[in-house]
């Protein structure tokens, strides 16, 4: 069983997508904002990450990057980014993210990339 952080604000992609990780039996934490997940980090060390991008008070790209430069942060953790059809893939590489997930999603999307990083 993995534990898993999502970091977003909108609460029927929250619900949703914690609903589809806890029925593939993980564990959820959830945080509302760029801070409260970071804190988040420092305190559990989740096994995956799953960012929003418009997240407030730090956006998702600007808390992947505070994430990746913490040295307190392992580097192994996969942090995977919430999208939508305009979403920047520049912006989440060079933020450091591993990969994205449509915030329109299928189930079935959700169990690959549990697969292959949880």
């Not at 993980?26 to 929003?52: R, T, W």
């Not at 305009?86 to 959700?110: C, F, I, N, Y």
Request: aromatic share 6%; glycine share 6%; hydrophobic share 40%.
């Amino acid at each position: 069983m993995a534990k898993v952080l999502i970091a977003t604000n909108d609460s029927g992609v929250l619900d949703t997508l914690a609903a589809e990780i806890q029925g593939e039996g993980h564990e959820v934490d959830c945080a509302a904002d760029g801070q409260e997940a970071y804190d988040q980090v420092l305190g559990s060390c989740p096994d995956l990450i799953v960012l929003d991008p418009a997240l407030p008070v730090f956006d998702g790209y600007e808390i992947c990057r505070i994430l990746r430069d913490d040295p307190d942060v392992p580097e192994r953790i996969p942090i995977l980014f919430l999208t939508t059809a305009d979403s920047d893939q520049r912006s989440m590489e060079r933020a450091g993210g591993t990969d994205s997930l449509p915030k329109q999603h299928e189930a079935w999307q959700v169990r690959e990339l549990l697969t292959r990083y949880a």
